[in-house]
């Protein structure tokens, strides 16, 4: 047979060509299974002899994931190349291209376990990626960037029983190709999960171990910690003898640590504290270790499977300090007394919660005995930590919390306190919190009681202008007066006036806030006169009078205990005023104006009707009138405080109060605005003006008053539709509000729950003097020109002039009153404002807002009468005017006005004046044509009002 085949061999070339390719296939399987590669494809002989498939024959066995080389034992080491491997894979979360060639590995592990692949002696770039799952759905665990200079190693987390694959690749082309040498080992540590603890033994501390986390398999979470998922660690354990405080430290490592502490057991830990990670900085966790209670302590990476290497683990414990509880708290026998602390080894056994002190605080203590009644200052500076300052009555087994102070690092802690003689007390300088804790300094003094800190030892002072210096800071407490508010310790002044007068006192150069309190009596029976507080290091002063020969008790205090200080004490006489009293007041001349001030005058006259009350400081201005009736005005200006303006007549033996008007305030600009008060003076009277404070003593300042005076012919206002400029209604958002101050827009009361948008004035003029008629009823007086309409209780509105004694007019509440009194006056300014309904309440009064040009509430012609009233004829004659002023509000705002009447009623009042003044026969056919329009316009309102479209009371 062989000699057949080999003459067949030597003339068949096809023959001789099979043979061949038998041969070579033969050869290269025996190589291939002497480098330990199987084969990827599936090939068989004929597919190779007779070409079928021939794209599919490879030269590298283990090209595809499913032909992996199983790595079994480790550690794993072979040479191989991936120079004829197929390039049919990619995987971008790898770094695995398309193009690039790969041969594949895997391992099965039976333990949970860290492996580490490597790559080295590539002669390419390389790179090395690792995946789990099955080979058609194979998820990356890591890859590398490929390198053909460096050692590509992969370092990952395997779990028993699980298949993982390894691929060694090119880095971006099919050309990446050639040797390589893998290597694959398993590590392991001993001590990476917390039932395999290392065991430090205390007697042993201070312990310190090199170490690694290399091996160590992630398995625990702790995220009140810092401890992530898949960080690997290793455990230690320590259960100290008796309390204490360790000191944990990692240093010299050489990835992110974390290093955290946990009490419990392994299957239930309590995180206690971790610290953030870093690789630069030394990892510390204080402990406060309670005795024989198990610790686990735990040196991972910060926040990935990546983070590890090596490190130095120390543990150390702090001796404790001598004062660290109430019982052996440093005794403090000398004043002044200094010390230097530090509570870093101090160990939490003492709480509070008055003193805000928490449980796990750390402090030191010291105790004070006092021997006598002092003052007994605390202080705590140069502190390195959050430190709270806190004093304790009572004994060790039963504190009570008796001052504290907040937390700070940066400000000194100071406890100032009155200490009873034969009391003990207990200091503690303690932190915030557990990790609040360091050096500190202590200085406690007692400071000397000074000899007038009691109303009986009050110091003499000398007459003014006097002055004293004092410092309250060692004052005992023991005055608690509620009127001066008064409760802390301060010192005691007295003065005894030569003279009655108005004197100033004041502080200066305080360094505390100080209470200056004014105190009239004996020290039994001690009456506030005035007290007040100024800011820190300002000069506030008190005016207050004081009678010749009654002492009076000057009293320097703080609102709370620690505001005492060094302070400058003086005292004034302020020059009284020639005008402070009515037998000295200042004659006025027509046209003349004074600049004054009530500051210096002396209280001494009071007047119920005229609203002045006793302590009351005033000056006094007079006036004889001339021969004839003249108009007074005087006004008001330049002040800022609450004053009134009072008018006397008579002598000053037997004043009578003739008016008073108090100062307006503008609560817009928040000012006081000027203001006057004008009287016809009757011929050859006297009159007197006191200008003074409205509620009290204190009401008090400068001021500006300007006297007039003129002969005029008193003028009604023009057809008599108006009220005077003092005449008072109630607006919406502002109050009460003086007639002459009202505006377009306001909204005015025009009943009980009601009120109305003025759109126009009827009038609006300052500069008249008018005359009014006055009603005045029980509770109210309202000023009204004569044809201006009112509201009586039968539901009419009639002229002013045609109300009687005895008549009900209607107020603003809907209840009526009787007029008990009707008079007539002349007074400035002429107002008329109109409001939708043509109703507006003034002085408390239900009144019309129009005026009638017959002596009667209806309309007659002649001798008869049409039924038809003049409010009904005015409210429709005015209904185009209002829905002007709801379409173009702002061109009503800017009416102008024709000898002070707005230009929208000026014609139309001239018209009606000489209507009703012609023969009945032109009067009843203008007005049979009017009425016709006025019935129109009625029923267009009427029509509009129902549909919505335009509203009344816009």
């Known amino acids: 047979i062989i000699t057949t085949l080999l003459k067949l061999y030597g003339t ?219 960080t690997r660690g290793v455990w230690y354990l320590i259960t100290p003898p008796s309390n204490s405080i360790l000191v944990l430290t990692v240093s010299q490592q050489k990835f992110d640590a974390v290093l955290s502490v946990y009490s419990g057991t392994c299957g239930d830990l309590t995180c206690i504290d971790g610290s953030q990670g ?135 802690r100071t406890l100032s306190w009155t200490a009873l003689g034969g009391t003990r007390y207990y200091i503690l300088i303690t932190g915030n919190e557990f990790n609040d804790q360091g050096s500190f300094r202590l200085k406690l003094t007692t400071i000397e009681r000074p000899s ?163 302590s009351s400081r005033s000056l006094w201005y007079s006036f004889n009138s001339s021969p004839e009736k003249t108009t007074m005005v005087v006004t008001i200006s330049n002040y800022d405080w609450a004053l009134d303006l009072s008018l006397f007549s008579g002598s000053c033996d037997d004043l009578t109060c003739e008016k008073v008007v108090s100062a307006t305030f503008d609560t817009d600009s928040n000012t006081f605005t000027p203001f006057d008060i004008t009287w016809m003076a009757d011929e050859g009277k006297d009159y007197y003006l006191a200008v003074s404070g409205v509620d009290s003593f204190y009401d008090n300042g400068p001021f500006k008053l300007e006297f007039n005076g003129e002969t005029p012919t008193p003028a009604p206002a023009p057809s008599g539709f108006c009220f005077p400029m003092k005449a008072t209604v109630e ?11 009202l505006e377009i827009g306001d909204k005015v009361k025009v009943s009980d729950e009601n009120f109305e948008t003025i759109y126009s004035f009827g009038h609006k003029e300052e500069n008249i003097i008018a005359e009014y008629i006055v009603l005045t009823t029980q509770s109210t007086q309202l000023e009204i020109s004569m044809n201006h309409m009112v509201f009586l209780a039968d539901g009419r509105a009639i002229p002013s002039s045609l109300v009687k004694i005895g008549n009900e007019i209607v107020l603003s509440s809907n209840k009526s009153e009787v007029v008990t009194t009707i008079g007539k006056t002349h007074l400035p300014g002429a107002f008329a404002p109109f409001t939708p309904s043509g109703i507006i309440i003034v002085n408390g009064v239900k009144v019309s807002t129009y005026v009638a040009f017959q002596e009667s509430s209806n309309i007659n012609i002649g001798v008869i009468s049409t039924g038809v009233s003049f409010q009904w004829v005015a409210n429709t004659f005015e209904y185009p005017h209002r829905v002007w002023c709801a379409w173009q509000f702002s061109t009503c705002q800017r009416e102008k006005y024709v000898n002070g009447i707005s230009t929208w009623v000026y014609y139309s009042n001239q018209f009606a004046a000489w209507l009703f003044s012609q023969h009945w026969t032109i009067t009843f056919v203008i007005w049979s044509i009017l009425m016709v329009y006025f019935l129109l316009i009625s029923a267009l309102q009427v029509s509009l009002t129902v549909q919505g479209l335009i509203t009344i009371a816009f």
């Not at 390589?180 to 603890?197: G, P, R």
């Not at 009678?547 to 020059?575: A, R, W």
């Not at 607006?731 to 101050?741: A, D, Q, R, S």
């Open 12 to 230: 068949n070339k096809m023959l001789r060509r099979r043979l061949t390719a038998i041969i070579a296939f033969a050869a290269k399987i025996l190589i291939y299974h002497a480098l330990g590669v199987v084969a990827v494809e599936n090939v068989t002989l004929k597919a190779f002899l007779f070409n079928e498939n021939k794209s599919r024959i490879t030269k590298v066995m283990n090209d595809q994931c499913n032909s992996a080389v199983q790595v079994l034992p480790r550690p794993f080491i072979i040479s191989a190349s991936n120079k004829d491997a197929l390039s049919d894979f990619s995987n971008s979360a790898c770094n695995v291209e398309k193009e690039t060639r790969g041969v594949w590995y895997q391992i099965t592990p039976s333990d949970n376990l860290v492996i580490m692949v490597t790559v080295s002696l590539q002669e390419f770039d390389a790179v090395l990626s690792v995946y789990s799952g099955s080979c058609g759905s194979l998820s990356c665990i890591s890859g590398t960037t490929g390198s053909a200079t460096s050692n590509e190693i992969v370092t990952f987390a395997a779990k028993a029983d699980r298949t993982y694959y390894m691929l060694v690749s090119g880095e971006n082309t099919i050309d990446d190709f050639g040797d390589f040498q893998l290597a694959i080992e398993d590590l392991s540590s001993s001590n990476d999960a917390c039932d395999k603890a290392q065991t430090v033994v205390p007697t042993s501390l201070p312990f310190s171990t090199s170490s690694n986390n290399i091996g160590a398999f992630p398995q625990f979470v702790s995220s009140s910690c810092n401890v992530e998922r898949n």
């Open 278 to 412: 870093s690789r630069f900085a030394q990892q510390v966790v204080t402990l406060e270790a309670r005795a024989e209670t198990t610790y686990s302590v735990l040196v991972s990476g910060d926040n990935s499977f990546n983070e590890a290497g090596l490190f130095q683990l120390d543990i150390g414990s702090l001796e404790a300090p001598v004062n660290e509880e109430c019982n052996a708290a440093t005794n403090i026998d000398t004043s002044p007394f200094s010390t230097n602390g530090n509570s870093s080894a101090a160990f939490p056994s003492f709480s509070n919660v008055d003193c805000n002190i928490l449980e796990r605080s750390r402090g030191l203590w010291y105790t004070y005995f006092a021997v006598k009644d002092e003052i007994v200052e605390a202080l705590v500076y140069d502190q390195e930590f959050e430190t709270i300052l806190s004093v304790f009555t009572g004994t060790c087994e039963e504190l009570t919390c008796f001052q504290s102070t907040s937390s700070s690092n940066s400000v000194d």
């Open 452 to 614: 007038n800190d009691a109303c009986d030892d009050a110091a003499s002072i000398s007459d003014p202008p006097s002055f004293a210096f004092g410092n309250s800071d060692g004052a005992l407490p023991g005055f608690t007066n509620a009127a001066c508010e008064v409760s802390n310790r301060g010192l005691w002044y007295e003065y005894n006036p030569q003279k009655s007068s108005i004197y100033r006192a004041f502080i200066s150069n305080n360094d505390f806030p100080g209470r200056l309190s004014i105190l009239s009596g004996s020290c039994d029976d001690l009456k506030c006169q005035v007290s007040r507080i100024p800011p820190r290091f300002s000069v506030a002063s008190i005016t207050f009078p004081a009678l010749i020969g009654s002492p009076i008790k000057l009293l320097v205090s703080g609102d709370e205990f620690t505001d005492s200080g060094i302070f400058l004490l003086n005292l004034e006489s302020l020059q009284r005023p020639l005008n402070d009293e009515c037998t000295g007041a200042k004659v006025l001349e027509l046209s003349s104006s004074t600049l004054d001030t009530t500051t210096p005058a002396f209280p001494g006259f009071s007047s119920t009707s005229c609203g002045i009350g006793s």
């Open 731 to 741: 607006v919406l958002g502002k109050g009460v509000t003086l007639m002459k101050n």
